[in-house]
């Protein structure tokens, strides 16, 4: 199974940013998908959730309002929209796979990762 992210970058605040993460290697309509970010010193935290269908959706409070989550099951492929980019955004981006569902507290409890992708934000 790989997670390959990428679209990260450096962008300045109140700019726009849309990631990608393709999925190969899993049936990856039967699998539920996620977003974490980890920020230098700090945890790696829950971003946002979307069920296998892409009929259910799940984000964190920081992110509510500004980010997108969405699969195109036909490409294989999860993505985030990113709206009105903050400093505090800065982090590496990190898809995730579980065969049941995304486990937003337990992060290493989900099946799979990719690697992640740096995204800054300057002010």
């Known amino acids: 199974v790989q997670l390959q992210a990428y679209g990260g970058g450096l962008v300045q605040a109140g700019k726009s940013l849309r990631l990608s993460c393709v999925a190969s290697?899993?049936?990856?309509?039967?699998?539920?998908m996620g977003w974490f970010r980890q920020a230098p010193g700090k945890e790696r935290e829950f971003v946002a959730a979307?069920?296998?269908?892409?009929?259910?959706?799940s984000y964190a409070d920081s992110v509510k309002g500004r980010f997108t989550i969405s699969r195109d099951n036909a490409k294989n492929t999860l993505y985030l929209k990113m709206n009105s980019l903050k400093p505090e955004d800065t982090a590496a981006y990190f898809c995730?796979?579980?065969?049941?569902?995304?486990?937003?507290?337990?992060?290493?409890?989900?099946?799979?990762w990719g690697q992640g992708t740096q995204v800054t934000v300057s002010s």
């Open positions: 290697g899993l049936t990856f309509s039967n699998y539920a």
């Open positions: 979307i069920t296998s269908s892409g009929g259910g959706t």
């Open positions: 995730a796979a579980d065969r049941r569902y995304i486990r937003p507290a337990e992060p290493e409890k989900n099946d799979y």
